[in-house]
């Protein structure tokens, strides 16, 4: 599962979270082949518990994935691992998929929050899977093929609008363009943009940006006989 971690401020809550607390902690810095992160392990119920945090801190918004269950030996040990903090923790309050977890550490008390993230439907995360392999995108970029789609799309849109009001006035009914285009592919939408543009283009003829200059009658003669004589010499 994937959560975020943030720094809150202090509260009056962490004199509760101190009076109850619910076992040791602590937090380390590591590296493994997916690079730094730290560990943030929680004693419960046994074992160790908690998150692996991709940040340098417990930054606001940090990512974290849910840790398996662990032996409680790393609350001891370090391994090739750097110990940033240990201590005891508490919780101000819990409840499903988030929470103010309290860590009275050795340099203070931090209020953390933390909030499970929720997950694409597994129909989705396949789809853009299959989109990938089908195009031959490399994994990495999905994201930002995302994202460029997305703005390729609304900007297509927004032109589209634009268009439509200065085409038909008060005759265009953007709501009911809103819906439908809502249900429409970016190909789709830009299907209904060329309309728009080949009827603008009619309206608007645009103008050439280069000119063939005029001549006179009596420059166009001096041309033609200079043209003549080259042709003659030759």
Same mark, same amino acid.
């Given at each position: 599962?994937?959560? #975020? ?7 009056? +809550?962490?004199?509760?979270?101190? &009076?109850?607390?619910?076992? /040791?902690?602590?937090?380390?810095? %590591? ?5 730094? %992160?730290?560990?943030? !392990?929680?004693?419960?119920? @046994? ?9 340098? *801190? ?17 609350? $001891? ?9 240990? =201590? /005891?923790? =508490?919780?101000?309050?819990? /409840? ?12 203070? #008390?931090?209020?953390? &929050?933390?909030? !499970? ?9 396949? &789809?853009? %899977?299959?989109?990938?392999? $089908?195009?031959?995108?490399?994994? *990495? ?7 460029? @789609? ?13 268009? =439509? ?14 819906? #439908?285009? !809502? ?8 299907? %209904?943009?060329?309309?728009? +543009? ?23 003669? @001096? ?12």
């Amino acid at each position: 599962m994937y959560w #975020t971690l943030k720094v809150l401020p202090p509260g009056e +809550e962490e004199t509760k979270a101190a &009076a109850d607390p619910c076992g /040791r902690f602590v937090l380390q810095r %590591h590296r493994d082949r997916e690079g730094a %992160h730290l560990d943030l !392990r929680l004693e419960q119920d @046994g074992c160790c518990c908690g998150w692996r945090i991709d940040g340098a *801190g417990l930054e606001e918004g940090a990512p974290a994935t849910e840790k398996g269950p662990h032996p409680l030996r790393w609350l $001891e040990q370090d391994g090739n691992a750097e110990r940033l903090d240990q =201590g /005891r923790y =508490g919780w101000e309050y819990r /409840r499903d998929g988030e929470g103010v977890l309290v860590l009275h550490g050795r340099d203070g #008390t931090r209020r953390v &929050a933390v909030s !499970r993230v929720k997950l694409l439907p597994l129909s989705a995360v396949r &789809a853009v %899977h299959d989109a990938v392999i $089908e195009l031959g995108v490399e994994p *990495g970029a999905a994201a930002q093929l995302l994202r460029d @789609g997305h703005l390729a799309r609304r900007r297509a849109v927004a032109r589209f609008y634009g268009l =439509g009001r200065e085409l038909d006035g008060r005759a265009f009914d953007e709501a009911l363009w809103r819906r #439908t285009l !809502r249900e429409c592919s970016l190909e789709e939408v830009e299907s %209904h943009l060329r309309g728009y +543009e080949i009827r603008f283009d009619e309206k608007n003829p645009p103008v050439p940006v280069s000119r063939p200059e005029a001549l006179d009658e009596e420059d166009a003669s @001096g041309d033609a006989s200079r043209a003549m004589a080259i042709l003659a010499v030759e």
